[in-house]
């Protein structure tokens, strides 16, 4: 597959995941208070419909083939445990958010752990669902990008 052309805008102007959760009033509490998530607008309607969009700072969609993730979930819990789907959030201190986190009421998968790809990275079991990664960057790109496996790929 051939990357964008530098000359053509990209069409994509925003990754929106929407999740449907149960306890609507404790995820709420838990991504917008506990980890900090901006509320960008919050909308309801009748039959007490709600939802709120969270401000979640840049996007990215991570696709892993099967050996990848199984990789990733060996190096950051030990074993197999992550669903299809794993919601990242970047975050200045990891250690910090995932005892925040566990307050709020996530469940504590596997504590803060240095990845081979430099980053201090936590598991948890959170609201609706979703199975979490908090991660906190130990290195910049450049920096990685020197270690072996590591760069652009193609």
């Not at 909308?43 to 969609?61: H, K, N, P, Q």
């Not at 060996?74 to 566990?102: I, Y």
């Not at 430099?118 to 960057?137: K, W």
Request: glycine share 8%.
């Amino acid at each position: 597959m051939d990357a964008p052309r530098a000359d053509r805008p990209p069409t994509v102007r925003q990754l929106r995941l929407v999740v449907e959760a149960e306890d609507y009033d404790a995820a709420v509490a838990f991504f917008r208070d506990a980890l900090g998530l901006p509320e960008q607008a919050a909308y309801s309607g009748g039959d007490g419909a709600r939802v709120v969009i969270l401000e979640a700072g840049r996007a990215t969609l991570e696709l892993a083939n099967p050996a990848q993730k199984r990789m990733i979930d060996e190096v950051e819990v030990g074993r197999q445990v992550a669903p299809r789907l794993r919601v990242a959030f970047e975050v200045d201190d990891s250690r910090a958010a995932t005892e925040r986190l566990v307050a709020a009421g996530a469940t504590e998968v596997a504590p803060p752990t240095v990845t081979p790809w430099q980053s201090l990275n936590a598991r948890l079991d959170g609201p609706a669902g979703l199975h979490l990664t908090v991660f906190q960057e130990l290195r910049s790109p450049a920096e990685r990008e020197t270690l072996d496996g590591f760069g652009a790929d193609g």
